[in-house]
């Protein structure tokens, strides 16, 4: 990138200073020494500098509290995506305070408090949930003609049960009008690369509950799916918090039955946990958002109370959960309708 004009002497650039700036592609200096030069370069520049240290990741800290707040607002983009927000819709996300930020990432956003009414399903899950722990809940929804995007947000914590897992939160997506559940298990990296050997017990828990529900017939037969298994491992690199990113963090998704042949592979030659190079192939954040947007992935004719006790026993188990319900009607693209009623 060009060299500012702040950091030109009679409107051409000093050499030395020029010099003194990082090149361009991955900075492989310091942040302290890049600081240090341009302070040296303009009070103009010192003012910015300080401007933006807040939202650069050393200023965050990385605590557990941070580790769950960089997944909720990880899920909450992710989950925003399939329910149809553009990326210049994300401004509250842009606006995030942490001084008003609790235990959960969500009570730092500009979002519209939910108001449930008689006749509206809105504020179910807070209501159903908000004794089991701290709850926050938040409203997004657009209609100005070329897209529509309507889904409530709603995060639980339990903090005398969330620091300390292996798992930092269980994110669950949900889509009103066809019943559709998937649910991401946010996971951070083994000593492997992939897994801690102890995370596999509470994990294969969560998907006998999952797989224990009774689910309904298929609506119609021209509803039908790549994977109908809900649950989806979402493990991150090691990349600090930052309120900055409006964008989901890197990270590899992997289903879950994937993940399972590869660990049952390892204990049959004897290892703990998978090697690092176990899993090949991952779905991107934006794939995934696209197909369970688009009705391929999913466990279809979830009724919503039973979505609810998965949630409270992820919030008594993990201690933080976060579910985005989407009453968007958009078409799928599989096939599926949402005209067909139950």
């Not at 002497?9 to 200096?29: F, I, M």
Request: glycine share 10%; aromatic share 8%; proline share 5%.
């Amino acid at each position: 990138m060009p060299v500012s004009r702040l950091w030109c002497s009679g409107g051409k650039t000093d050499e030395a200073l020029s010099k003194s700036l990082p090149e361009s592609g991955p900075v492989t200096v310091g942040a302290d020494i890049v600081f240090a030069n341009l302070q040296r370069i303009s009070p103009d520049v010192e003012a910015e500098v300080q401007r933006l240290v807040p939202l650069l990741d050393d200023g965050e800290g990385w605590g557990e509290a941070e580790l769950r707040w960089r997944d909720e607002r990880d899920a909450l983009l992710l989950f925003a995506k399939i329910a149809g927000v553009a990326a210049k819709d994300f401004t509250r996300v842009h606006a995030w305070d942490r001084t008003a930020v609790g235990t959960s990432f969500i009570s730092g956003l500009n979002g519209t408090a939910v108001q449930p009414t008689l006749d509206d399903k809105r504020g179910r899950v807070a209501e159903r949930l908000s004794g089991i722990g701290d709850t926050a809940v938040k409203e997004f929804a657009s209609r100005d003609g070329r897209r529509s995007y309507d889904f409530e947000a709603t995060s639980i914590i339990d903090p005398q049960a969330a620091d300390g897992a292996e798992a930092s939160l269980d994110a669950y997506y949900y889509h009103d009008g066809t019943q559709t559940l998937v649910l991401l298990r946010y996971l951070r990296p083994g000593p492997s690369g992939l897994l801690w050997p102890e995370a596999w017990h509470s994990l294969s828990e969560l998907h006998g509950r999952i797989h224990s529900l009774e689910q309904g017939a298929r609506r119609s037969t021209d509803d039908y799916g790549l994977l109908e298994d809900p649950l989806f491992l979402r493990v991150h690199e090691q990349v600090p918090f930052t309120p900055a990113l409006h964008r989901t963090s890197s990270g590899a998704i992997y289903p879950y039955g994937q993940v399972a042949a590869a660990i049952s592979a390892a204990a049959k030659t004897g290892l703990a946990s998978p090697p690092a190079d176990a899993l090949t192939r991952h779905l991107v954040p934006t794939d995934f958002a696209r197909l369970v947007r688009d009705g391929w992935f999913g466990a279809r004719d979830v009724p919503l109370k039973v979505a609810l006790g998965l949630v409270k026993a992820t919030v008594e188990t993990v201690g933080a959960a976060l579910v985005v319900v989407d009453f968007s009607d958009r078409a799928r693209g599989n096939g599926s309708g949402l005209g067909i009623q139950a």
